[in-house]
């Protein structure tokens, strides 16, 4: 397992954006597969995104429809998620994740190995 630490984060009005971060160590961003997950009260834990620069390729959940974008972050070692035209459905805790396979990457829960503390994202009028 490996330590991983979001930022980012808040409450925001429906069609607006927020960006989260994720801080992951430097070995595990050149290699292993990185993704997002996210748990509304009451629901299971939902893939968002997954990705890996191992063999490039990224996979959105289908509630994403072009409105989430993972990419690096400024900052060194951190993974981001850009989040536009949110939705109050868009609310819930968002959790990095990583995971050494299988590849290509999917967006089962039960694959990945190191989970992050998660951060709270709240759409709300």
């Known amino acids: 397992q490996v330590q991983l630490v979001e930022s980012g984060g808040g409450s925001v009005q429906p069609g607006g954006s927020l960006r989260l971060s994720c801080e992951v160590p430097?070995?595990?961003?050149?290699?292993?597969?990185i993704g997002w997950f996210r748990q509304a009260p009451g629901k299971e834990r939902e893939g968002v995104v997954c990705?890996?620069?191992?063999?490039?390729?990224?996979t959105y959940g289908d509630f994403v429809k072009g409105r989430f974008t993972i990419s690096r972050g400024d900052r060194k070692n951190t993974m981001d998620l850009h989040m536009v035209d949110l939705t109050p459905e868009d609310t819930g805790v968002y959790i990095c994740a990583a995971s050494l396979g299988p590849y290509p990457c999917g967006l089962q829960a039960k694959t990945y190995d190191s989970w992050g503390q998660g951060a709270q994202v709240t759409v709300a009028s």
């Open positions: 430097s070995h595990v961003m050149d290699s292993w597969i």
């Open positions: 990705t890996s620069d191992s063999d490039r390729k990224t």
